[in-house]
Nanobody
Framework: QVQLVESGGGLAQPGGSLRLSCAAS????????MGWYRQAPGKERELVAT???????NYADSAKGRFTISRDNRKNTLYLQMSSLQPEDTAVYYC????????????????WGQGTQVTVSS
């Protein structure tokens, strides 16, 4: 039905930048809230940032001032611009879509992407 595919991860040096993308595909009518989450080895998955259909954003304290979340509703694509990266940002970053309405479904669903690895190291 709906598939979320993250891209843009990779290796960055401390202080560097990366831009993550999440493309949602399928017979999507609308997506309420989209967000980025990350999970480092041995740790729980944590919220990085979310953005509503109308553009309201919410950031984790660790992301404020460094990361910017945005979305293109026409393309059903989510972005995360990451700057001033630090080693503690190293994790698998997951895209999440909440309140997804499709043409074939009778209700809203939540979907997760498979994740993209971000490694910050010198």
């Amino acid at each position: 039905q709906v598939q979320l595919v993250e891209s843009g991860g990779g290796l960055a040096q401390p202080g560097g930048s990366l831009r993550l993308s999440c493309a949602a595909s399928g017979s999507i009518v609308s997506i309420n809230t989209m967000g980025w989450y990350r999970q480092a080895p041995g740790k729980e998955r944590e919220l990085v940032a979310t953005i509503t259909f109308g553009g309201s954003t919410n950031y984790a304290d660790s992301a404020k001032g460094r990361f910017t979340i945005s979305r293109d509703n026409r393309k059903n694509t989510l972005y995360l611009q990451m700057s001033s990266l630090q080693p503690e940002d190293t994790a698998v970053y997951y895209c999440k879509a909440d309140g997804v309405r499709t043409s074939a479904a009778l209700r809203y669903y939540t979907y997760w992407g498979q994740g993209t690895q971000v490694t910050v190291s010198s």
